[in-house]
């Protein structure tokens, strides 16, 4: 299995839903990333989990919750969102860099959400 | 801290033809690694090619190639022989050994003409 999932493929929520975007993958990596992306625009990094612990936050709101119950999934729970962000999340995993030749990242097709 | 810079916000050529995406990068790192990515309509990040710094030797994967000037900081994407499957946003990106981030640049959004 050379791939990450990503589910749903589209949410559409309210200001005042809770919801959750789901990513998994079974390359054995241990490194697991959450991205925003906005259109004709490169991915924005948000967060890092690493050995599923959490090693990088970029200053994401805390409307934006991530979790990793295991080394093969990775949630980003959704709480109070705004309408700005209306995106594309993307999932991305890689190898464990300590002793690799290189940190590639393989990402996931992505949920584009939508918040109303 | 690490930049990447794409000068080349679209790009169109012909069906068959050669087409070059630019890419320069600043980094005080000695130990790094540069990335092609191609996002086609459909979403997905597909790595295209990908280079180490300690390598001089060229990238090449079938009709993608790069030329990497490491004295210049220049990462270029070839593709020969284009095709109407080639048609997409190409983001290049610079990893630095040890750190988990990428550093993306702005992208060329590249379009196959029939």
């Known amino acids: 299995d050379t791939e990450v999932t990503q589910t749903p493929k589209h949410l559409v929520m309210g200001m005042t839903n809770k919801k959750s975007l789901k990513c998994e993958q079974h390359?054995?990596?241990?490194?697991m990333y959450w991205y925003k992306q906005k259109a004709k625009k490169p991915p924005e990094l948000m967060f890092v989990?690493?050995?599923?612990?959490?090693?990088i936050n970029e200053s994401v709101p805390s409307r934006f919750s991530p979790e990793c119950p295991n080394s093969s999934l990775l949630n980003l729970h959704l709480h109070a969102l705004q309408p700005e962000d209306s995106a594309l999340y993307l999932c991305?995993?890689?190898?464990?860099?300590?002793?690799?030749?290189?940190?590639?990242?393989?990402f996931g097709p992505g949920t584009r959400l939508t918040v109303l | 801290a690490q930049t990447v810079t794409q000068s080349q916000p679209e790009m169109s050529v012909q069906e068959a033809e050669t087409v070059t995406l630019s890419c320069t990068y600043d980094?005080?790192?000695?130990?790094?690694?540069l990335f092609w990515y191609k996002q086609p309509p459909s979403r997905q990040m597909i790595l295209v090619i990908r280079?180490?710094?300690?390598?001089?030797q060229n990238a090449t994967e079938n009709r993608f190639s790069v030329n990497f000037q490491k004295a210049a900081k220049s990462f270029s994407l070839k593709i020969s022989d284009s095709q109407l499957g080639d048609t997409a946003m190409y983001f290049c990106?610079?990893?630095?050994?040890?750190?988990?981030?990428?550093?993306f640049g702005q992208g060329t959004r590249l379009t196959i003409n029939p």
């Open positions: 280079q180490e710094a300690y390598k001089q």
């Open positions: 991305a995993s890689s190898p464990p860099f300590p002793g690799t030749s290189y940190n590639e990242q393989f």
């Open positions: 390359m054995g990596h241990r490194a």
């Open positions: 980094t005080s790192e000695s130990n790094y690694y």
């Open positions: 990106a610079l990893g630095v050994q040890g750190a988990q981030k990428l550093v």
């Open positions: 989990y690493s050995y599923e612990k959490l090693s």
